[in-house]
T-cell receptor, first 114, second 114 residues
Framework: GAGVSQSPSNKVTEKGKDVELRCDPI?????LYWYRQSLGQGLEFLIY????????KSGLPSDRFSAERTGGSVSTLTIQRTQQEDSAVYLCASSLVLFTGELFFGEGSRLTVL | AQSVSQHNHHVILSEAASLELGCNYS??????LFWYVQYPGQHLQLLLK??????LVKGIKGFEAEFIKSKFSFNLRKPSVQWSDTAEYFC????????????FGTGTKLQVIP
């Protein structure tokens, strides 16, 4: 597609439920990143993929968070047993060229945990 | 590890005023530096970038930034702001040397008053 596509754009869930957030990067972009944006916290790095592998998972806040990428394209971020502190905007970004850091962002998925 | 510090959290300016937003980073090696902008209701987008060469880089909409290696700084400037520059601005660093994470600062909200 023309840009990075994320779904859902908005998700409201109850505490304890699992959620899946999807990211479809720009075609041909090999690197894919997930960030979390909370009010007043800036962008918090979660995980990045090079192809289908995730060399750096250090940013995942807990073992309730996991992510995968298949076919070198679409990625899914899964949050199990959601907590209220998981409420945030989850941003996905992709990058064409490795080792530059120039990112193209999606619109984000706003997650609200009640 | 790498880190980014943005000194101003909220800046209010009148139209035509000059702008300078501070950004300092911490990383021991070669870096790529970025400013990203998020206009109200829109996704994050690249404003300008520095990879190498001339330390004064120019971006879109009249913005520029200067890389001062000795000060580990990459401040953003614009001689005369417009109401349409109202947005949140994020400084980011990408350190070479195998550490593929792009680290963002906490952001500066700029409000331009007509």
């Amino acid at each position: 597609g023309a840009g990075v596509s994320q779904s859902p754009s908005n998700k409201v869930t109850e505490k304890g439920k699992d959620v899946e957030l999807r990211c479809d990067p720009i075609s041909g972009h090999t690197a894919l990143y997930w960030y979390r944006q909370s009010l007043g916290q800036g962008l918090e790095f979660l995980i990045y993929f090079q192809g289908n592998s995730a060399p750096d998972k250090s940013g995942l806040p807990s073992d309730r968070f996991s992510a995968e990428r298949t076919g070198g394209s679409v990625s899914t971020l899964t949050i199990q047993r959601t907590q209220q502190e998981d409420s945030a905007v989850y941003l996905c970004a992709s990058s064409l060229v490795l080792f530059t850091g120039e990112l193209f962002f999606g619109e984000g998925s706003r997650l609200t945990v009640l | 590890a790498q880190s980014v510090s943005q000194h101003n959290h909220h800046v209010i300016l009148s139209e035509a005023a000059s702008l300078e937003l501070g950004c300092n980073y911490s990383y021991g090696g070669t870096v790529n530096l970025f400013w990203y902008v998020q206009y109200p209701g829109q996704h994050l987008q690249l404003l300008l970038k520095y990879f190498s060469g001339d330390p004064l880089v120019k971006g879109i909409k009249g913005f520029e930034a200067e890389f001062i290696k000795s000060k580990f700084s990459f401040n953003l400037r614009k001689p005369s702001v417009q109401w349409s520059d109202t947005a949140e601005y994020f400084c980011a660093v990408f350190g070479s040397g195998g550490y593929q994470k792009v680290t963002f600062g906490t952001g500066t909200k700029l409000q331009v008053i007509p």
